[in-house]
């Protein structure tokens, strides 16, 4: 298990490690982008938006009603917006913030340009539109008719200094300004143009750029600016923050930050342009307006832009691929006045987070005991990436959604690997350790489950079973080695494969001696059953077999048992280059003394009272007395199985316990009567009959207590 955690562990850093190479290899981006926008869709909430943004969208119905009924093709006169313009300082607006280009003259003349920007003077805070470049643009200087814009960043060079990859965004060194008949009443002038991320995808916003010197804000902030009171006339910048009149804006390292978009479009109220015109223009001939609600536009910030097709201000989103630009503006503008910003977790935390989670999967896969069991802890453990970035999300953090996963599902499988290969080890030692020695079927519920298996010695309680054929030596003689060998691999595969169906384990061949136990190395609570079931029937097949064995040795081939349940000291024994799984132990050394006792009493297989308890007298049988074997002062009770669970009794059985009964009784004279009439076919009684005679001829001076004692092994 240690080795397992261990290269679980190993697993896990090496994910960290992959996952580090996507980040510098950019792909990691590239997935976590989308997960950061199916959050911004899901999470996207159009209550929250403030009820202070106002959009006038140029729409496609606004260019065919103004193309039917004003004859109006585009671009239109400048003088159109003109009227805008009137209408919302009629409507006392706090802000115009126009997401429109006018750097070049009007096809109209100039007049027209006039017009739009007497309009712009009487309307007073004017936020008009800049195209900042790095090469082509109108000027490389700030132009003497627009007037500085009254706001400095402080901070911004050491800024700059810090992050150099930054300031080729951040600095721009060609723009195109308006005309000069709109710069001259444009109260802010403001940047429009907006990166997006490297699919394409505008998820951030740039608060500000430098040009010639200047502070440009980019068109959202600028409205903001424009609507503040008392204006605010300074920022400053620090490394990962843009403090600003008493807000603390989160930027990234290019400067930039994320937008958290209320919704789709739509979320902010909006009105096309065409209403918007001819309400004013109804109005200045005394009719009624579409818009009856004058105070729509009242002490609202307002954005206004493109949202036509045709015009080519669609802008791919997080909340849609076709996104109008005037809303992009309008949800910066949300974000700055309500306070409410997204931020990039902190490097830190986001590496350490997707450690955790890397090394957490590694581990977890590494000991997981079953296929079932990885698959349960990655149905578990998968979502939690996705869980965090949501919770996170709500709380305005940008959680990394698709390193913590790819960490994960790269722990998963390393410490998948990890388990396999060292499984793999571990199922291959335990079936090369216990192939000799035990079942397929318990080698293969081992293998299934090693923590079963305690290996290097354990205490337990087992049943030991000890054979060894009756007058080997004497037969063996007679035959050549190649005889003896095969006689012995006949009866040691009948009696191995007996031991083992019974869920024995095998210990070892002595010659023709065999040595076995139960309970171990898995646990068996019928373990006494299953050694009395085996010894049964190793009797009997050794049975069906005697003739063929008569018929190679000349002799009746027999075998003794002896059985003991107790507890002993059991595992893999020996030395770092040859070990075997035995078993050590007084319970043990019993089992081989009832062995040898059987010659004593003329039986064959010979069942300690430990071991007879334990099976509830489930086999038909008899007690045999008690014995004392050699190196061993407590005497123990012995029992004869007759049979199988669920046979008939032994038609021996109540005659010979009754005779045992008297014997235990001193009645040596009825004892001996009743076991020599049973004596004829059975060695036990009439070694019993021959003892119960001597005692009874001894009269009153038999002090015999019942116990064998044995002078041989």
């Known amino acids: 298990m240690n080795k397992k955690i261990t290269y679980g562990l190993l697993a896990g850093v090496a994910a960290v490690a992959l996952v580090a190479l996507l980040n510098v290899s950019g792909l990691l981006a590239r997935w976590e982008n989308p997960t950061a926008d199916w959050r911004a869709r899901l999470l996207a909430r159009p209550s929250p938006a403030t009820e202070q943004i106002k959009l006038i969208l140029l729409d496609q119905y606004s260019l065919d009603w103004a193309s039917q009924n004003l004859g109006w093709s585009w671009p239109w006169p400048r003088e159109a917006y003109a009227v805008v313009l009137d209408y919302l300082k009629r409507c006392g607006a706090k802000t115009a913030i126009f997401d429109v280009l006018y750097t070049e003259p009007s096809a109209f003349g100039v007049a027209d340009d006039e017009a739009l920007g007497a309009a712009v003077e009487r309307f007073g805070s004017f936020v008009g539109a800049v195209f900042l470049g790095q090469t082509?643009?109108?000027?490389?200087?700030?132009?003497?008719?627009?007037?500085?814009?009254?706001?400095?960043?402080?901070?911004?060079?050491?800024?700059?200094?810090?992050?150099?990859?930054?300031?080729?965004?951040?600095?721009?060194?060609?723009?195109?300004?308006?005309?000069?008949?709109?710069?001259?009443?444009?109260?802010?002038?403001?940047?429009v143009r907006e990166i997006p991320d490297e699919d394409g995808v505008f998820r951030r916003a740039i608060p500000f750029r430098m040009f010639?010197?200047?502070?440009?804000?980019?068109?959202?902030?600028?409205?903001?600016?424009?609507?503040?009171?008392?204006?605010?006339?300074?920022?400053?910048?620090?490394?990962?923050?843009?403090?600003?009149?008493?807000?603390?804006?989160?930027?990234?390292?290019?400067?930039?930050?994320?937008?958290?978009?209320?919704?789709?479009?739509?979320?902010?109220?909006?009105?096309?342009?065409?209403?918007?015109?001819?309400?004013?223009?109804?109005?200045?001939?005394?009719?009624?307006?579409?818009?009856?609600?004058?105070?729509?536009?009242?002490?609202?910030?307002?954005?206004?832009?493109?949202?036509?097709?045709?015009?080519?201000?669609?802008?791919?989103?997080?909340?849609?691929?076709?996104?109008?630009?005037p809303e992009i503006y309008a949800t910066m503008l949300d974000n700055m006045l309500a306070g409410d910003f997204l931020r990039e977790a902190s490097p830190v935390a986001a590496w350490a987070w997707i450690f955790a989670l890397a090394l957490l999967a590694a581990v977890i896969a590494s000991v997981a005991r079953s296929g079932w069991h990885s698959g349960l802890a990655a149905l578990i453990l998968l979502p939690l990436p996705t869980i965090a970035g949501l919770l996170a999300w709500q709380a305005g953090i940008v959680w990394p959604v698709a390193g913590a996963s790819v960490g994960m599902l790269l722990g998963l499988l390393g410490g998948g690997i990890v388990n396999y290969v060292l499984e793999g080890r571990q199922k291959t030692f335990i079936k090369g350790a216990f192939k000799h020695y035990l079942s397929a079927e318990v080698i293969e519920q081992i293998v299934r489950d090693p923590n079963s298996l305690k290996l290097g010695g354990e205490r337990r309680e087992l049943t030991i079973f000890f054979s060894d054929l009756e007058g080997f030596s004497s037969f063996s003689e007679k035959l050549s080695p190649e005889e003896l060998t095969k006689l012995l691999n006949d009866y040691l595969t009948d009696m191995t494969d007996i031991i083992m169906d019974e869920g024995g384990t095998l210990d070892k061949y002595v010659g023709d001696a065999i040595v076995a136990f139960w309970n171990a190395p898995l646990p068996q609570v019928d373990h006494a059953a299953r050694a009395v079931r085996a010894a049964v029937r190793c009797q009997r097949r050794l049975a069906e077999r005697?003739?063929?064995?008569?018929?190679?040795?000349?002799?009746?081939?027999?075998?003794?048992?002896?059985?003991?349940?107790?507890?002993?000291?059991?595992?893999?024994?020996?030395?770092?280059?040859?070990?075997?799984?035995?078993?050590?132990?007084?319970?043990?050394?019993?089992?081989?003394?009832?062995?040898?006792?059987?010659?004593?009493?003329?039986?064959y297989t010979m069942v300690a009272e430990s071991t007879w308890a334990l099976t509830q007298n489930a086999f038909?049988?008899?007690?045999?007395?008690?014995?004392?074997?050699?190196?061993?002062?407590?005497?123990v009770r012995v029992f004869e199985p007759l049979g199988l669970a669920g046979e008939p009794p032994s038609s021996i059985s109540a005659p010979f316990a009754a005779a045992l009964a008297l014997a235990q009784a001193r009645r040596w004279a009825e004892a001996a009567q009743a076991f020599t009439a049973i004596a004829?076919?059975?060695?036990?009684?009439?070694?019993?009959?021959?003892?119960?005679?001597?005692?009874?001829?001894?009269?009153?001076?038999?002090?015999?207590?019942?116990?064998?004692?044995?002078?041989?092994?």
Not at 240 to 268: M, N, Q, Y
Not at 584 to 594: E, P, T, V, W
Not at 620 to 634: A, N
């Open 680 to 713: 004829t076919d059975d060695p036990v009684a009439k070694k019993y009959a021959t003892k119960c005679d001597a005692l009874a001829a001894a009269g009153p001076n038999a002090t015999w207590d019942g116990v064998w004692s044995l002078t041989e092994k």
């Open 212 to 325: 010639d010197g200047q502070v440009l804000p980019s068109l959202g902030f600028a409205g903001w600016l424009a609507g503040l009171e008392p204006p605010v006339a300074s920022a400053t910048l620090t490394a990962d923050e843009l403090h600003v009149a008493g807000l603390k804006v989160p930027l990234d390292a290019s400067g930039r930050l994320i937008l958290k978009f209320r919704g789709p479009s739509g979320t902010h109220q909006a009105f096309n342009a065409v209403e918007v015109i001819q309400s004013e223009l109804r109005l200045l001939e005394g009719g009624s307006p579409p818009l009856t609600d004058d105070s729509i536009f009242k002490d609202k910030w307002v954005v206004f832009g493109f949202s036509a097709p045709g015009l080519k201000d669609l802008r791919p989103t997080p909340i849609a691929p076709d996104y109008p630009g």
């Open 136 to 191: 082509t643009a109108q000027t490389t200087t700030w132009p003497d008719t627009a007037k500085p814009n009254a706001f400095v960043v402080n901070g911004l060079d050491v800024w700059l200094n810090a992050h150099p990859a930054a300031a080729t965004e951040m600095v721009a060194t060609a723009a195109a300004f308006p005309v000069p008949e709109l710069t001259r009443a444009t109260a802010w002038l403001a940047n």
């Open 620 to 635: 038909p049988g008899r007690e045999l007395g008690q014995l004392r074997v050699v190196g061993r002062s407590t005497p």
């Open 546 to 603: 005697r003739e063929e064995y008569m018929q190679r040795t000349g002799a009746a081939v027999r075998m003794r048992i002896g059985l003991n349940t107790g507890p002993v000291v059991v595992g893999n024994m020996g030395s770092a280059r040859r070990f075997d799984y035995t078993m050590l132990g007084d319970a043990a050394n019993l089992a081989s003394r009832l062995e040898g006792a059987n010659k004593a009493l003329g039986t």
